[in-house]
């Protein structure tokens, strides 16, 4: 099983990943994991502190020489604007200062609902963890389950396709071409007219003191069939999918497929027909079965069916506004204006990111609970003599 944790608040010294369960052998090079780090930090819309933090990652144990080790691995990201909290987010009790504390929440945060539970007088202490800075460390992990995955033929990627409203037309090409394509917009969408429109919109939302969500779709190409189980609810692999997307700070709805789509279609419109051919087999295809659709997104009955896998994640627009909601302050409960963090005017690109990673990370665990081994080397030898089998299905 591959498993992770992190730890660290927005303004604190440092965001830290601790994962577990990564085979030994699998070769894992700083400089991809920085790449998926910058990728993160990219996007037309973005604010204030993607010019503070140039995020990049220490690995501190579990590789040697740019190989795993089997042991656990430690990743740090670093927060370059710690220099001016060490005082307010300081561990020592003596620089404590509650005339600066937060008593003002903000509607779409997590303030007011973590300060009840908690019982936190300052929303400081929810909102530092609660933020969505985490997921810089979150998208370190995905490219360690990317470095993984990437030993089998198998690959994550995906596009923005939808913002504010305006939808992206699909380009008849190729995951990987999408993804080239991807890559070479600000805005990480495959539809130049539609990109326009989008960054048209974005100037105007800025200008208002508003922001806005979007949609992303994930691809994964090269599952073979048979990740996840029909056997209990939570190895079903469309569900560990969605919580993991859901898991993601503003992502508010899931798609698989043509998800909310199948809904809308009689059954001879949304089931994938099934096709067999034994020469796929023969050209390095992962089943002789194969749909000419695929609308059910790679997922039937909580498993890969050797599809790709589609996945779509809605982005509810940042709650942060340069033109505050109103909210009451729970110190005097009086009416006012909700408090101002540093925030984007949108980060739908930035999602993207992170929704890659969190779905790698999935699948390789998925990869892992049906192919496991100690080292890379036993790894292949179980998966080569899977896809032996079901060859001969």
């Not at 003596?94 to 003002?104: I, P, W």
């Not at 993601?248 to 497929?257: D, N, P, R």
Request: proline share 4%; charged share 25%.
């Amino acid at each position: 099983m591959l498993r992770y944790f992190t730890a660290g608040e927005s303004h604190g010294p440092q965001l830290t990943a601790i994962v577990e369960g990564m085979p030994a052998g699998v070769t894992l090079l700083i400089e991809d994991i920085n790449h998926e780090l910058y990728r993160r930090q990219q996007g037309y819309g973005r604010g204030g502190r993607m010019k503070i933090e140039k995020d990049t990652v220490e690995i501190l144990s579990g590789v040697r020489w740019g190989v795993t080790l089997a042991s656990p691995l430690t990743l740090v990201v670093k927060n370059r604007d710690w220099e001016n909290w060490d005082k307010k987010m300081s561990p020592l009790p003596q620089f404590r200062d509650e005339s600066e504390a937060v008593t003002r929440p903000r509607p779409g945060h997590s303030d007011l609902s973590g300060a009840l539970k908690y019982d936190h007088k300052d929303m400081r202490n929810i909102l530092e963890r609660s933020s969505a800075r985490e997921t810089a460390v979150r998208v370190a992990v995905g490219a360690v389950a990317k470095a993984l995955l990437k030993e089998f033929d198998i690959m994550v990627g995906g596009v923005v396709s939808e913002l504010g409203g305006i939808v992206a037309t699909r380009a008849d090409k190729t995951f990987e071409d999408l993804w080239k394509c991807a890559e070479a917009s600000e805005l990480f969408c495959c539809d130049t007219e539609a990109e326009r429109k989008m960054k048209q919109l974005i100037d105007e939302a800025k200008q208002d003191g508003d922001t806005l969500g979007g949609v992303v779709e994930v691809h994964v190409i090269g599952v073979p069939p048979g990740l996840g189980s029909y056997v209990q609810w939570d190895r079903k692999l469309d569900a560990r999918l969605a919580m993991a997307l859901m898991s993601i700070q503003a992502i508010k709805g899931v798609e698989v497929g043509i998800g909310f789509e199948t809904a809308r279609l009689p059954g001879s419109k949304v089931h994938d027909e099934i096709f067999r051919d034994a020469e796929r087999s023969a050209q390095n295809a992962v089943s002789p079965y194969y749909r000419l659709t695929n609308n059910a997104g790679g997922i039937e009955g909580g498993m890969s069916n050797g599809e790709p896998i589609v996945l779509r994640a809605a982005m509810k627009p940042i709650p942060t506004l340069y033109k505050p909601l109103r909210s009451v302050d729970m110190q005097t409960h009086e009416p006012f204006e909700a408090a101002i963090e540093r925030s984007d005017a949108c980060a739908v690109p930035a999602a993207l990111v992170v929704a890659e990673a969190v779905v790698a990370i999935e699948i390789a665990n998925a990869f892992m609970d049906k192919f496991g081994g100690d080292s890379l080397c036993e790894i292949k030898r179980n998966y080569n003599g899977y896809l032996e089998q079901i060859r001969n299905a």
